[in-house]
């Protein structure tokens, strides 16, 4: 990189010419201020190039009013050259005069990091074990069981024929964190930030039987003689060998199990209904009247949109306000409150998980949508 004359690069860069290293350091210098730059660019040169960010990310963000009450916002921002380039905007955008108050109060909280591996496993003994600060290896044995940990992966292995059931372990996930665990039987499942499952450390008898809080994504090894059954608040979900995802966070509106392969049976009291690939069914989280049996909504589903936490992505695909600061409240560890009700605001498009909480409120920010950060407590103003 030295041997680029600065001026050359910076004509290259607003040309739209400038490899991804060379685009990064050209925005470094004319963020001077953010960052220890060797070199400082002239005024104009610096409007130049921020000008041309912000178009770049004009690209990228759009905003379209719904009449005559919604605002829709539409965003990309799971791109991490765009993520880059929206920052280092918003970054230079909130340092000019003129922007302060409310600005000044979000830009200050810019350390709160998004969840990460991490979870506390419960013991049939009731000893705790936060996975999260482990070494690899074996942690434990289990009435002939082994709980090993892998790379934040816990794996289960019978060690010869003396495992037996009636030992029942729990992960638990707290608010900023996800984990993955390999059960006795091969299966595999992914656990959301705020979510649980309790499973015994070796499978016997006639099925396989989990109980699940928040939500999880399940690989269910096939075992035709043996079906997997998962329990989530009173909804059941049987199963011979598929992937399916389940949404059971009891301050969502309803219980969602989406299937993306093979074929579940999902069960609620005396309703039941059968789910192919791309269906989803659910059932409403609120209690049904006495009179009034309790039903099971099949729909299509975009499978995409419901596996994005589990591939590392928010997406906001026609999601709510209300429902994107759930999913961000759990991810990132905070409260969330609004000063004058919840704004009508539906949203498209993705982020990535990695991103600092300041990165997705900045974007929010620029698109109208305020917020007060303190400590982490979230506020959404009118």
Known sequence: MQQHNPEELIQKYLAGKCTAEEKSLVESWCLKELSESPYTPSGEQIDAVHQRMQAALAQHIRAERRRPVTERIWFRAAAAAIVAGAISTIAW??????????HAVLAAHAAIQPGHDGAVLTLAD????????LANGLLTMQQGTKVLLNNGQLTYQADGTNAMTGAYNTINTPRGRQFRVTLPDGSKVWLNAASSISYPTAFTGRQRKVEVKGEAYFEVTENP?????????????????????????TDEEAIKTTLLEGAVKVTKDAATALLNPGQQAAVSNSPSKSNQSPSILVQVADTTQVVAWKNGVFNFQNVTLEKMMRQLARWYDIEVAYEKGIPDIAFEGEVNRQNELADVLHILEHMGVHFRLEGRRLTVLP
């Open 93 to 102: 955008w909130y340092k000019q005069p003129g922007h302060t108050g409310e």
């Open 126 to 133: 009731g000893r705790k074990m936060v996975l999260d600060s």
């Open 225 to 249: 003689s043996m079906p997997f059954i998962v329990k989530a608040n009173d909804v059941q979900v049987q199963v011979l060998g598929t992937y399916f995802n389940i949404n059971a966070y």
